[in-house]
């Protein structure tokens, strides 16, 4: 039986595909404190037990992107708030290099707030 959370990369289609697999991967080993979780019917990584980010594509451009849970609480130049209250997220180009230096600057930014 496949799990909710592989299914839902397997479904994708490429490039966005192998964009979100390789962004899933990012995320997992970033940190042993990290876990993968199916929330809100999508795959959302949780730190240290509580909800950090999530995977997503954008429903007008398509593009996968990364959210970001406490978004507003952390400054970035590549972090969109758009019309959320809480969340950002960071768009990514699956026809371009993942952006790992960024995310990694994002990552280290947003873990600060839960160890405060």
């Given amino acids: 039986m496949i799990r909710d959370i592989d299914n839902y990369f397997l479904q994708q289609q490429e490039p966005t595909k192998g964009c979100l697999i390789a962004l899933r991967h990012l995320i997992s080993t970033y ?44 400054s970035h130049p590549r972090l969109v708030m758009a019309n959320r209250a809480r969340m950002k997220i960071l768009p990514i180009d699956p026809g371009k290099d993942i952006p790992v230096k960024t995310i990694h600057e994002i990552l280290k930014k947003a873990m600060t707030l839960y160890k405060s």
């Avoid at 940190?31 to 999530?54: H, I, N, Q, V």
């Fill in 31 to 74: 940190d042993s404190e990290f876990t993968e979780a199916w929330k809100y019917r999508m795959p959302f990584f949780l730190y240290k037990g509580r909800m950090f980010c999530y995977l997503w594509t954008d429903k007008k451009t398509k593009l996968p992107y990364i959210g970001i849970v406490e978004g507003k609480n952390i």
